[in-house]
Each structure stands twice: as structure tokens, then as C-alpha cells.
């Protein structure tokens, strides 16, 4: 039997830590309001009605309350009591328990009332209740008390509640506990009420070997979460004490089927405890008594001296956190675990798209596994939307690619050499970028560059009269940029074919603005081109040739450590450009260009098996004029799809949900198109102008229609850049 994951995911904070954790279970309840919800403040201040604890609420977990019986028809009730035992008659059922003393009644309704709109509601208003008759009036005895506890073991009660305690240690109780023990069950013991410095008997078996952790001690503290003055402390066992709200605790009572009382103790205090662990148990029905005990000890709010202390022992019991992930978090991938949170994250590129809209679909929603082997609903795409570069940001980078004008050209022997920059922000972590070119009078030339410059080095190649875009005869170069270098040559082979060959390579600090960027994570690319360029009169056509290989990533994104590949990625690309002359000042330029990446095994630690071949595709068509307003300036006008997937499928294998019996991960294989359904459409206009003698000034507005491939995303943002040299 299994469970499929909840809506409600966990998210990723910093490298390796989860927040905002839920069971992969969850259901939609109405949670307690007015009166009801200010009458449970214990419930409340442990976290019972928070998201996480409310998908469960102990949901199949039955607490036996060794106790003075039990209301049966107090409208709490309703549906949670199974049966019942009177130790001192030897009787069952309901009818056997009926309470002498209201002590039980208030103890089961703070465990497991019910949410119906009435009085209050319990830590685990789903959890089943057995009662247990021991007392009859305010007196008891050893075997009865074991009588109960034999009793209840005999039933699987998986949690006992015990608010009651003495000044010595009985053998008799000893037996029955350390049986139950044996047996799988979790004790939950209150520490007494007598103000000293150690909890009373039975509390103090939690010190004892034979009780392996599974008997929880819990004192009381006031509404200022301090230890009540009339709590036992922890003492002795105080690497097994836990602290719950117990002074006037509002809760069921015996004297009619809606009476209700405020009592306080650490008799109340126990029963927070025991229904915070059947959340625990409800959310998880495969974690051991002795797992559900250390959950709570790990995850309880420290008080008093830090860490465990003689007074609060482990701290004040929280079901918000212990419902959240502990320890090492881990996937299962295709070849073993995958550690989250760790590495670089994704950053978009070409697969954007699809891949956001499988994130949508929950097609990349699997499940995560604690120290503790609890599910947990994870989408793995999830960090692909808080990588997603703003459209101000692919604006800039756009208008800053416009604005690469030469700044000074100089005659020398032989012809002329240009040098040119790109403005970089410090914040970028780029190193300076700038260009020199060579054109000799025989029309051979060079060029070199370095910094997000080095980008436009493939395009230059072949010696293209037109500036090169973001969008216009580029689309594989941005799969090499950041702190790259790159140089370009070309000859002509006749008066009107110049080939050329450029080369450029990367190794880039991974900075993309997400929560859990690895500080060491780096991106590396290199790229050679192959270029030919014909050219008569007005008329200009080119094809080129583009070998990229990705050292850390595929298709302009940088995998996340759970979709880690293996090797790099090699993409082919054909680029073919037309342009025209139209005018002294006019041209239209044409640019088409699809590529193909090679097949990719995921890493070993990753949850992708691996990524089919991948199409690739980009479209351009551009209006250049220049000398509009001024002399020297140019206004572009541009429409087409930026580089995008087209065919391709990523090959995954992960976790979907656990066996409720077992724990074990039930695993699933999933395909997820890479193909997108919804290209980004975007048009463009920038205007760059001469600014001064040393400066230029560039605005630019940019639409984008279903951008970056995700379907009915509409964005527009305009850039404006000013740069001087000194």
C-alpha cells in the first residue's frame, strides 16, 4: 500500500537544509475556530493546527490512556474511542471505563478530541483512544496499573499514555512497561507534580537500558513556557524529558457529555506529548516507537540552558518542526541516493520551458527521504523558476551587446585596428571585457577578445559588416559567456567569399540568484566556429558552423546537484544569415539557426537517467538604421525566437511515494518532453547613440510573449545604459 505525494512540498533554503517540510500526505480539513480554537491553546501553542500537522492528525494511531476511564458519550468522542478495559473488573468495552474522577476524560479529550465546533479540540483529533480503567476514585495499585499496560500491549496500542506516578519504583510496572517496550510501544510518562529536581516512577524507567529510548518523560511549564513550579524537572533522565504547556489546560470533563473543566499538571502536559507523537506516527505508520520518540527529542525548541538541561531536559515538544525534514536529506535516484540541496542550480537556457511547464504539471514532483526515512513531496524542477533571468536583465544584456561600438581605430601598415569594450558591471564577477580587430586592406583580418565580448567573436568571424545581436546571427553564442576569452581570423577566398574560423572558451563562478548557489560551483564552455560569407554588392549571405562543448551544464543551464548529467554536452549548430543593403543606411538582416546536443547520461548521483538528443531552433528578423537622428547612431528593430527546444526528452527516475508498511521507496520512470509547445516570442527596439566624445547612450524595449516558453507569460521591460570611458 502506498501514498502519493501531497501538494504541499518541501523547499530548499540553503545548500542541504529543507524548510517548510510536510508529510507527502496531505488532505484538506477545516481546522477549529472561535471558541473551539481559543479553548485549545495547548494543541496550538505545539503547532497541532499549523498546515503540516493538520494532513494527519494521527489518523490510524491508537493511544491507550492508562487512566480513570473515560466520558464514552462526551460529544469529544464522536468516532474515536475503540473499546475499553477496566483493570479492576477484568471488564471491556466502552462501558466497562465510565470515569470516577474526570482525570481520564480531561487526559483522552487534550490527546484526541475531536473538531466538531465545540468546546476544544486535541494535539491529534484523528488518533484513536482506548481507555483504560486503573483508578477507581483517587486510589490504584501496582498490578492493576500493569494490568492495564498488559492490556493495552495486547490491543497494539502503539502509544500509552501514562499521567500518573508514585515516590518508588514498582517491579510490577517495571515488567509490564519493559513488555511493552519489547513489543514496539512508545511510553509517554508525566514527570509528577511534586516540584523536584528528578521526574517520579514509572517517568524514571526512561534512564534504564531495557527502555531503548521509548519512554518520553514530560514536565509542565506555564504560558510563558517556564517550568511550572509544581513540575518535577528532568534530573536524571534528562536526555529523555521533554516540556508541554500544563497550566490550565482547557479540556473534556466527566460530569455530563458536554462539560468541560481547566485543569493543570504535567498529567496535562503528557498527553501533548503522546498526541504529537501519533501525528508523527500518522504522517509515517512505518517509524519504530524508538524513531517517533527521537524525532521529537531532535526537533523540540531548546529552553533554559542551552542544549539538554536538568530543568527542560531536550526542550519544549514542537510538531512544526517535527514534521519538517532532520538530518541529511536524499532523493532516490537512477543509480543509488542523491544528496538535495548541494552544487550549482539550474539556470533556464533553451529547455526553460518545458521544463517549467513539467515543474507545473508536477511532473518533476517526486519524493525526498529524511534521516529518519520519512517522504517528504519534493518537486525537482523547482529551482528552475528561481533561476529564471528577469526580462530587465535579458533586456541589458541585449542593449549591452548593441552598445560594443569600437572606441578607437587607428591606421597601421597594412590596414586598421579597432578596439572596442563592452560596459561590465563589478557585481557581474566578470573580468574586463574589450575587443581588439585587425581588418587588413586585403580584407583578411583578426580579432580578440575577452569578457562577455568574447561571446560576439563567433559572429564576427567571416568578417560580418553588421553588428551582431542577441537575437540576430548569435544563437549559440551565449552558450559561451561570462569570463571568457575568444579570437577570430578570416581571409577571403575571392573577391566575394570570405571564410573564418573563431574559437572561445569559458570558465565562469556560478552566480545565478538562487537561495542555495554553491559558492564554488562554476560554469565551463568552449566553442570553435567555421564560417563562409558571400558578398556581392548589396547581398549578404552566410552559413557557419558551431561545435559547443558544456563542461558543467547543457543548453546554456547549470544542472542542479540532483539532475546532475555525466561528461559534458556537444552541440552542433548550423547558422545561415541573409542581408541587405537597402539603403546607405538601411539594412534588413535574416537569421535562422538549429543545432542538435548530444545524448547524456545522468551523473551517478541523479535522479535523470539521461537526456535524449536535443533540437534546437532560433529565428531573427531585423530592421538595422543608422544615422537616424545624429550622425553615428542606430536604431534596431527585431522580432524572433530566441534559442529554444524543439525535440528532446529528459529520462527520469525518482522516488513517488513509500510503502506504508514498510518505509520502502516506491520508484517511478518518467519522461519529460523537452519539446516546447509554447516558443517565446519577442520583439524588440533599441536605440544607441553617440554620447559625448568618449560615451554612448542606449534604450532599448523588449516584449516577450509567452517568454522564456512558459505558456501565457507576457513581459515587457525596457533598458536604459549609459557608458563613458575615461
Known amino acids: 500500500m502506498a501514498r502519493k505525494p501531497g501538494i504541499a512540498l518541501v523547499a530548499l533554503a540553503t545548500a542541504g537544509t529543507l524548510i517548510g517540510g510536510t508529510p507527502a500526505f496531505a488532505q484538506t480539513v477545516t481546522g477549529p475556530t472561535g471558541q473551539e480554537l481559543a479553548w485549545s491553546s495547548a494543541a496550538q501553542r505545539t503547532g497541532a493546527f499549523t498546515t503540516n500537522a493538520w494532513a494527519t492528525r494521527g489518523n490510524g494511531v491508537t493511544v491507550a490512556v492508562i487512566d480513570s476511564g473515560i466520558r464514552a458519550d462526551h460529544r469529544e468522542f464522536q468516532g474515536a474511542l475503540v473499546g475499553g478495559f477496566n483493570a479492576f473488573t477484568g471488564l471491556s468495552g466502552t462501558t466497562a471505563v465510565t470515569d470516577t474522577n474526570g482525570h481520564g476524560t480531561h ?415 562554476r560554469t565551463g564552455a568552449a566553442a570553435i566556429d567555421a564560417s563562409l560569407t558571400w558578398q556581392d554588392g548589396p547581398v549578404q549571405l552566410g552559413a557557419s558552423v558551431t561545435a559547443v562543448t558544456e563542461q558543467r551544464g547543457r543548453l546554456g543551464s547549470v544542472a542542479s546537484s540532483e539532475q546532475a548529467l555525466a561528461g559534458s554536452a556537444s552541440t552542433v549548430a548550423t547558422t545561415v544569415t541573409a542581408a541587405w543593403q537597402a539603403g546607405q543606411n538601411t539594412s534588413l538582416v535574416a537569421s535562422v539557426a538549429a543545432g542538435t546536443t548530444a545524448a547524456q547520461s545522468g551523473a551517478a548521483a541523479s535522479v535523470v537517467r539521461d537526456v535524449e538528443r536535443t533540437g534546437t531552433a532560433a529565428w531573427s528578423v531585423g530592421l538595422v538604421q543608422s544615422n537616424v537622428f545624429r550622425s553615428g547612431d542606430r536604431l534596431d528593430v527585431t522580432v524572433g525566437m530566441p534559442l529554444t527546444s524543439v525535440s528532446g526528452a529528459v529520462n527520469m527516475r525518482m522516488a513517488t511515494g513509500a510503502d506504508l508498511e514498510t518505509g520502502a521507496p516506491i520508484v517511478e520512470d518518467r519522461r519529460i518532453s523537452l519539446r516546447s509547445q509554447t516558443p517565446e516570442q519577442r520583439a524588440e527596439v533599441a536605440y544607441v547613440s553617440p554620447w559625448g566624445e568618449n560615451g554612448s547612450v542606449g534604450v532599448g524595449v523588449m516584449s516577450r510573449r509567452d517568454a522564456d516558453g512558459v505558456r501565457g507569460r507576457e513581459e515587457t521591460a525596457v533598458a536604459v545604459r549609459l557608458t563613458a570611458r575615461f
Open 107 to 521: 487526559v483522552a479529550s487534550i490527546i484526541g478530541a475531536r473538531v466538531n465546533s465545540f468546546g476544544m479540540a486535541g494535539v491529534a483529533s484523528r488518533a484513536t483512544i482506548l481507555p483504560v480503567q486503573v483508578f477507581n476514585g483517587p486510589s490504584t495499585t501496582d498490578a492493576v496499573v500493569a494490568r492495564g499496560i498488559t492490556w493495552a500491549n495486547s490491543r497494539r496500542a502503539f502509544i500509552v499514555n501514562m499521567s500518573l506516578g508514585g515516590p518508588v519504583a514498582s517491579p510490577t510496572m517495571r515488567q509490564a512497561m519493559q513488555a511493552g517496550v519489547n513489543a514496539g510501544q512508545l511510553f509517554v510518562v508525566a514527570a509528577g507534580n511534586e516540584g523536584q529536581a528528578n521526574p517520579a516512577w514509572p517517568a524514571r524507567f526512561a534512564t534504564e537500558s531495557w527502555a531503548r529510548g521509548q519512554i518520553v518523560v514530560v514536565g509542565a511549564v506555564d504560558a510563558n513556557n517556564r517550568i511550572a513550579s509544581f513540575s518535577n524537572r528532568a534530573g536524571d533522565a534528562r536526555n529523555f524529558f521533554l516540556v508541554a504547556p500544563g497550566t490550565s489546560i482547557i479540556g473534556a470533563y466527566h460530569t455530563s457529555s458536554t462539560a468541560y473543566v481547566a485543569m493543570s499538571g504535567t498529567s496535562m502536559a503528557a498527553p501533548v506529548v503522546a498526541g504529537s507523537a501519533a501525528v508523527v506516527k500518522g504522517a509515517w505508520p512505518w517509524l519504530s516507537a524508538q524513531q517517533v520518540a527521537s524525532i521529537l527529542f531532535t526537533t523540540a525548541t531548546d529552553l533554559g540552558a542551552p542544549g539538554v538541561d536538568a530543568i527542560y531536559g531536550r526542550g519544549m515538544v514542537n510538531l512544526t518542526r517535527a514534521l519538517q525534514p532532520v538530518g541529511r536529506v536524499a532523493a532516490v535516484g537512477a543509480s543509488g541516493p542523491v544528496t538535495i540541496g548541494s552544487g550549482a542550480t539550474g539556470s533556464g537556457g533553451a529547455t526553460f520551458g518545458p521544463m517549467a511547464a513539467a515543474s507545473e504539471s508536477g511532473a518533476t514532483v517526486g519524493v525526498v527521504f529524511d534521516a529518519f526515512g520519512r517522504d517528504f513531496g519534493y518537486d525537482f524542477g523547482w529551482r528552475t523558476s528561481l533561476a529564471r533571468p528577469t526580462s530587465a536583465t535579458v533586456a541589458g544584456q541585449s542593449l549591452e551587446a548593441r552598445m560594443g561600438a569600437p572606441v578607437d581605430s587607428i591606421a597601421v601598415p597594412g590596414g586598421r585596428v579597432s578596439f572596442g569594450e563592452l560596459p561590465v558591471s563589478a557585481a557581474d564577477g566578470a573580468v574586463a571585457s574589450g575587443s581588439i580587430r585587425f581588418d587588413a586592406a586585403s580584407g583578411a583580418g583578426w580579432s580578440v577578445a575577452v569578457g562577455d565580448a568574447a561571446a560576439l567573436t563567433g559572429a564576427l568571424s567571416g568578417g560580418a559588416t553588421l553588428a551582431p545581436t542577441e537575437t540576430v546571427g548569435s544563437a549559440y553564442a551565449g552558450l559561451v559567456q561570462g569570463n571568457a576569452a575568444g579570437a577570430s581570423i578570416w581571409r577571403p577566398v575571392n573577391s566575394r567569399v570570405t571564410m573564418g574560423f573563431s574559437a572561445r572558451v569559458e570558465d565562469t563562478p556560478a552566480t545565478f540568484a538562487t537561495r542555495d548557489r554553491g559558492p564554488q560551483a
